[in-house]
């Protein structure tokens, strides 16, 4: 079988000149950085093209759509962003409405706004310990389903940023009972199928439409994602068709041969890998079980009711005992030993994981956290027994009142007042914390005194509020008209 990746490497070592695109033209005295440049190609003869797939491209996402169990899989150059925005134009018509998990990524708001569409809201609830967001139940899903008859399809993500897992059999049994796809963003569980150590994947569990990130949690260049369709509820023809419209005419093949890479590497050694993989990682996960100080989340966190799985690939380390906040801690690791973690909240650091992984990575990360807790012992600390659940986990979610649809909102003028001043006003625009990119104030909504409060105490700690318009002098901007 011809690989796309095996392609471009015979491409690379021919004596063929380019008189076409890119205008680097594969010459590396051309320019100082720009590596992989021999084999950054565009569609010349006998390379395919994305958007009208008939032999090389059209095989590699076959092959993906085969290793992973799909009907049909799409590549996506642009990310989970252009997946999930494609995945909700073809599931909804415009001025239509969308059943959403509210602990969305900012990109599904956007696919909100570009269709103008009407947004329901699923809540889930905050995890006691680690004030994480749980999971999405059945029920509510149901109860939205029968109090919303106008909503055309559902998207939830799982799992979440931070690992937590919603029950997405039953959840896709309910969906379909009311005749609507359910669309999961699994961009951070592309993993998950290649061993029995992690979560089912949603694609398994009856979802319609699943979106991975390959780039977070598998060996393949940022920016790489697949959309996969499984089953006759969502529209494949109408898929095609948005993917093309969020992906750029031009793909980029270093990009698309990093996918084939990967998913011929996982096809052909992907249950040794995985099976190494899961004991470096067990043993890591034993080994910091055994620290006082820092908490790393586990099996503790799984009750039905609120968490109903979790990925164990996820190493949350909660610092609540220990007298330092998240980004202190998150700091320390990166200047003392050169460690940089995924995430900062206010009571854990986030770190991820991968089959990429290597056994000095995890050695240094269990020495550091050793030493830390070393050292506090030695200065007489002991464990303060803090409250995980009082801190922020990656957002506290809140109920705002919704006084505008997000694309009427996106479309109002808007005006700046300080952060101090902002309660009571509308939002004009998205307020998030990044990472994870989940909005805190969608356009629209009514900024809360909580709310701004929230905000505060993140520029306090150093965390990375999207919006403002300096965390020095913070400015949010709202809707003057509905003040």
Not at 31 to 47: A, H, M, Q, R, S
Not at 130 to 152: F, K, R, T
Not at 185 to 191: I, L, M, N, P, R
Request: charged share 20%; with cysteine; aromatic share 8%.
């Amino acid at each position: 079988m011809e690989f796309l990746y095996k392609k471009l490497d015979v491409y690379h070592g021919r004596d063929i000149y380019p008189f076409h695109m890119p205008g680097h033209k594969r010459n590396e005295r051309a320019v100082d950085f720009l590596p992989g440049l021999t084999k950054d190609i565009t569609e010349i003869e006998g390379f395919d093209q994305l958007h009208h797939p008939t032999g090389v491209l059209r095989r590699a996402q076959d092959a993906a759509a085969r290793l992973y169990g799909a009907d049909e899989t799409f590549y996506s150059v642009n990310g989970s962003t252009g997946a999930l925005l494609a995945a909700v134009s073809a599931c909804t018509t415009c001025g239509g409405a969308l059943l959403m998990a509210r602990n969305c990524h900012q990109s599904v708001y956007h696919g909100v706004c570009l269709r103008q569409l009407e947004s329901y809201y699923l809540y889930p609830q905050i995890t006691i310990p680690y004030g994480l967001n749980g999971s999405i139940q059945p029920g509510q899903v149901e109860e939205a389903l029968d109090a919303h008859p106008d909503v055309q399809a559902v998207l939830i993500t799982s799992p979440t940023y931070d690992g937590i897992v919603s029950p997405i059999k039953e959840i896709a049994e309910v969906c379909h009972r009311h005749g609507r796809p359910l669309i999961v963003d699994e961009a951070h569980g592309a993993h998950l199928f290649f061993h029995d150590y992690f979560p089912e994947t949603a694609l398994h569990q009856g979802a319609d439409v699943v979106i991975h990130s390959l780039h977070k949690t598998l060996p393949s260049l940022t920016q790489t994602a697949l959309l996969h369709v499984k089953g006759d509820l969502a529209d494949r023809v109408r898929i095609r068709r948005f993917m093309a419209i969020f992906q750029s005419s031009s793909p980029s093949y270093l990009l698309m041969g990093s996918m084939d890479a990967c998913i011929q590497r996982l096809a052909a050694s992907g249950r040794d890998l995985f099976d190494r993989y899961v004991e470096r990682l067990e043993g890591v996960r034993q080994r910091l079980s055994g620290l006082s100080f820092i908490r790393l989340a586990g099996e503790e966190l799984i009750d039905k009711k609120i968490v109903w799985d979790m990925d164990r690939s996820k190493l949350i380390l909660d610092v609540s005992s220990s007298g330092m906040d998240g980004h202190q801690l998150y700091k320390w690791l990166w200047q003392e030993h050169r460690l940089q973690m995924e995430m900062a909240a206010e009571t854990y650091v986030l770190g991820m994981t991968s089959v990429a992984d290597t056994e000095e990575g995890y050695l240094r990360l269990c020495h550091a956290l050793e030493d830390l807790e070393r050292t506090w012992e030695k200065e007489g600390r002991t464990p303060s027994g803090g409250d995980p659940s009082s801190g922020l986990g990656s957002f506290d979610l809140l109920y705002p009142e919704k006084v505008l649809p997000i694309g009427r909102a996106m479309e109002q003028t808007t005006v700046s007042v300080p952060l101090d001043q902002s309660a009571g006003c509308i939002a004009g625009g998205f307020l998030s914390l990044y990472p994870p990119g989940i909005p805190l104030a969608v356009p629209g909504e009514r900024i809360s005194s909580t709310l701004a409060d929230m905000i505060r105490r993140c520029i306090h700690m150093g965390l990375n509020v999207h919006g403002l318009e300096s965390p020095d002098n913070p400015k949010i901007p709202v809707i003057p008209s509905c003040r």
